[in-house]
Nanobody, 125 residues
Framework: QVQLVESGGGLVQAGGSLRLSCAAS????????MGWFRQAPGKEREFVAA????????YYTGSVKGRFTISRDNAKNMIYLHMDSLKPEDTAVYYC??????????????????WGQGTQVTVSL
């Protein structure tokens, strides 16, 4: 089992940057593919980015490709989401998530078994 705790959210102006962090508990962190999701007010939770267990493969939703970078440090049980060129439409609660049921990294909510509590990101004009 994995427990996930996000940090790093906040208020930033459009065009600015933020780095989100997610600390994971447990001794088998490297066996989980990890992802970031977000949920804006009145909208469903959506996939943002994912990273594979150990080989560094990544996958992004189209709206953040080229602006966001997901990374992980298995030695520290951490994943990160570096966000550049932020836009007001990036405003949401951001969640990190982990899973093992799929064979490859995945954008599907149902493939993730463990979720953090979320961290708010607000991008102002």
């Amino acid at each position: 089992q994995v427990q996930l705790v996000e940090s790093g959210g906040g208020l930033v102006q459009a065009g600015g940057s933020l780095r989100l962090s997610c600390a994971a508990s447990g001794r088998t962190f490297s066996s989980y593919y990890m992802g970031w999701f977000r949920q804006a007010p009145g909208k469903e939770r959506e996939f943002v980015a994912a990273i594979s267990r150990t080989n560094g493969n990544t996958y992004y939703t189209g709206s953040v490709k080229g602006r966001f970078t997901i990374s992980r440090d298995n030695a520290k049980n951490m994943i990160y989401l570096h966000m550049d060129s932020l836009k007001p439409e990036d405003t949401a609660v951001y969640y990190c998530a982990g899973g093992r049921r799929a064979t490859h990294i995945t954008f599907k909510n149902d493939d993730y078994d463990y979720w953090g509590q979320g961290t708010q990101v607000t991008v102002s004009l």
